[in-house]
């Protein structure tokens, strides 16, 4: 596999992550929304500006929509992300002073218990944007963490 990739004129330094040209397509969005509103709004903002950003740079999403939990190969409930990109990437969003454990763990048992193999926990509330990775890949039966802190000031 490739090691450097170029998108959009920018190189991508690690082909070995899962969707590698998505997820930096859809972090570019994540990181324009932060440029231009900062930390001051609520959530539905960052929504609706993600929407906006989504659509100008031609990333398919699905906002707000039920995906099913499964326990044992059984249906047991719903959740709903705030977007699903590409029917690839869950991204849930918050704006909160900063994430914590909670939140990870929230968000690790969201991804656990779908279908998806990538969520990114985005976070607007704080002084700088936090952007976690979080993988789960059931298809090779194990899981991996891998996650990585994206501080803009």
């Given amino acids: 596999m490739q090691k450097n990739a170029k998108i959009n004129n920018k190189k991508v330094k690690n082909r070995d992550l899962l969707y590698p040209e998505l997820s930096y397509q859809v972090v570019g969005a994540i990181y324009e929304v932060w440029k ?30 039920q995906i099913p939990i499964f326990y044992n190969g059984k249906k047991i409930g719903a959740y709903t992300p705030d977007f699903i990109i590409e029917d690839k990437i869950l991204l849930e969003i918050k704006h909160i002073p900063k994430i914590t454990f909670r939140e990870k763990k ?26 976690l990775r979080r993988v789960y890949d059931k298809a090779r039966q194990k899981f ?6 994206a501080k803009f000031a």
């Fill in 36 to 65: 231009k509103l900062g930390p001051a709004f609520k959530e539905s903002i960052y929504q609706k500006a993600l929407i906006e950003e989504f659509k100008n740079r031609n990333i398919s999403f699905t906002a707000q929509k």
């Fill in 106 to 131: 929230q968000a690790w048992h969201y991804l656990k218990g779908s279908n998806y193999k990538l969520l990114l926990l985005v976070n607007f509330g704080g002084e700088k944007l936090e952007i």
């Fill in 144 to 149: 991996h963490i891998n996650s990585f802190r």
